[in-house]
């Protein structure tokens, strides 16, 4: 049973650049959820796909956009990077039922860096 | 609104021993979860263990166990007979009602192992 996985690992872009980032999740799950996670900090909510709709956001800029395909795997586009978007971007899988209970598991990341 | 305190930045055991990673939070809500993730340097966010606010007993798996104080707002990790591979980030996180398990993640602890 392949767990999350995200694409590429890692990524190296210059500022003005657009970014495109892949999630496929767990087998059974129906609900992806983004992260960032800058060093040495814990992981920034993004926003969640759920039914391919966007069901709730963070505070994130409009700049952070996403879209969810009928397998449920995931895209993150970030246009017009910034430096301070250089952070690991992690995806996370869970199944949508009890909301406060859900578990959910996470890919090993894509490691973006701005230069 | 929501947040997740980690006033430990650094903790070391030796192998064998039993450690305890402190977690507070913030809530007003009467329905939450808390989780604890491993995050090794690979990047991954592996989840370890799950409380519910209305769970009446402690949750454990394995080697972790979390000693929940709902009155003091606190979910510690406790990880009995330590071992090297350990050594990783430590992060809790919380879900909420209305939040659609979005997780809120305090800034982590970094758990090394001494043989």
């Known amino acids: 049973d392949a767990g999350v996985t995200q694409s590429p690992t890692h990524l190296i872009k210059t500022r003005g650049q657009q970014v495109t980032l892949r999630c496929s999740p767990k087998s059974g799950h129906d609900t992806v959820s983004w992260y960032q996670q800058a060093l040495g900090q814990g992981p920034q909510f993004i926003f969640q796909y759920y039914e391919e709709e966007e069901r709730q956001r963070g505070n994130f800029p409009d700049r952070f956009s996403g879209h969810q395909f009928p397998n449920y795997s995931s895209e993150l586009n970030v246009n017009a990077l910034l430096l301070g978007d250089s952070a690991l971007y992690l995806c996370?899988?869970?199944?949508?039922?009890?909301?406060?209970?859900?578990?959910?598991?996470f890919g090993a990341g894509t490691r973006l860096s701005v230069l | 609104a929501q947040k997740i305190t980690q006033t430990q930045p650094g903790m070391f055991v030796q192998e064998k021993e039993a450690v305890t990673l402190d977690c507070t939070y913030d809530?007003?809500?009467?329905?939450?979860?808390l989780f604890w993730y491993k995050q090794p340097s690979s990047g991954e966010m592996i989840f370890l263990i799950y409380?519910?606010?209305?769970?009446?007993q402690n949750a454990t798996e394995g080697r972790y166990s979390l000693n929940f104080q709902k009155a003091r707002k606190s979910a510690n990790l406790v990880i009995s007979a330590s071992q090297l591979g350990d050594s990783a980030m430590y992060f809790c996180?919380?879900?909420?009602?209305?939040?659609?398990?979005?997780?809120?993640f305090g800034a982590g602890t970094r758990l090394a192992v001494h043989p």
């Open positions: 996180a919380m879900s909420f009602s209305g939040g659609y398990n979005k997780l809120i």
């Open positions: 809530t007003s809500d009467p329905s939450y979860g």
């Open positions: 996370a899988s869970s199944a949508d039922r009890d909301e406060t209970k859900n578990i959910q598991y």
């Open positions: 409380q519910g606010s209305y769970d009446q």
